[in-house]
């Protein structure tokens, strides 16, 4: 995985935090809801791209 994917997926997660922290100072449960969405969607790009290098690593491709 590239530092670009990385930092893309980090950017992504702390958007996430940022929306769930605004939706629950708001009590909007929607929007601290999709912040949690986003958060999760991020955290499962970092693991499948984690998947992928350890795979490279295992076989080296």
């Known amino acids: 995985m590239g ?7 980090t ?3 702390v958007a996430g ?3 769930e922290l605004f939706g ?3 009590h909007n ?4 809801a999709e912040g949690d969405r986003v ?5 499962a790009k970092q693991a499948r791209e984690d998947a992928k290098d350890a795979a490279k690593d295992v076989f080296g491709k």
């Not at 530092?3 to 997926?9: E, P, Q, R, W």
């Open 3 to 9: 530092l670009g994917d990385k930092i893309s997926n």
């Open 11 to 13: 950017a992504q997660e």
């Open 17 to 19: 935090k940022a929306e």
């Open 24 to 26: 629950v100072a708001t």
């Open 29 to 32: 449960e929607d929007l601290r």
């Open 39 to 43: 958060q999760d969607d991020a955290k």
